[in-house]
C-alpha cells in the first residue's frame, strides 16, 4: 500500500502543469542636449587664461611705426566654440583712455600711442562691440581658433622717457 502511494504521489507530481514565470518589458528614453558655448583659450580652458603679452621690445627712440603680429601665448587669441555658434570677440582700448583712434602704453607719467587691428595691412582696428569694431563670426568653425592680433606702436618725433610702458586690453567673447 505505501509502494501504492508513493507511485500516486510520483504520478501526480508528474502530471503537474509547469510553472511558467510571466516576462514584462517597458523602455526608457535616452537624451543628451549640446548647446552653444565658447571659451576663450584651447578647449576645456578655463575662463581668465592669460594670452600672454605683446611686447614691442626695447629702443632708444620711435623714429617709426613698429609693426609686430602676436602668437601663441604673446597676444593671439584662442576662442574655442561649438561648430555653428555665433559669435562676437572685441577688445577694449585698455587702462589708459584709449579709443578706436589710438590706445595708449603707460610708464606712470609718460604715454606711448599704439593701436592693434585684425589685419596685417593695420587697416581694421579691432575695438568693441559699442563702436562697431568688434570681429563677428557668423557661423565658428568645428576647430579651435586662434586669432592673430597686429599692434602698431606709432611713431614720436620726441625721445621718449625710459621706463617700461604698459597697458591691459580685456578680450571679450559674446556668444
Not at 629702443?59 to 602668437?71: E, F, L, W
Amino acid at each position: 500500500m505505501a509502494l501504492y502511494r508513493f507511485l500516486c504521489a510520483l504520478a501526480g507530481l508528474c502530471c503537474c502543469v509547469g510553472v511558467y514565470a510571466d516576462t514584462v518589458t517597458d523602455s526608457f528614453a535616452v537624451t543628451a542636449t549640446v548647446t552653444s558655448g565658447c571659451v576663450l583659450g584651447s578647449s576645456g580652458a578655463v575662463n581668465g587664461v592669460d594670452f600672454g603679452t605683446i611686447n614691442f621690445g626695447s629702443m632708444v627712440d620711435i623714429p617709426n611705426h613698429v609693426d609686430i603680429a602676436s602668437s601663441s601665448g604673446a597676444g593671439s587669441v584662442i576662442v574655442t566654440c561649438t561648430p555653428g555658434t555665433s559669435i562676437s570677440l572685441a577688445l577694449d582700448y585698455g587702462l589708459h583712455n584709449g579709443s578706436s583712434s589710438a590706445r595708449y602704453v603707460s610708464n606712470g607719467t609718460t604715454s606711448l600711442a599704439y593701436q592693434l587691428y585684425r589685419d596685417s595691412s593695420h587697416s581694421q582696428v579691432w575695438g568693441t562691440v559699442a563702436d562697431g569694431l568688434a570681429y563677428n563670426i557668423a557661423s565658428f568653425p568645428s576647430a579651435t581658433q586662434t586669432y592673430t592680433v597686429y599692434a602698431r606702436l606709432f611713431a614720436t618725433a620726441t625721445m621718449p622717457a625710459t621706463g617700461t610702458y604698459t597697458d591691459t586690453v580685456t578680450v571679450t567673447l559674446t556668444y
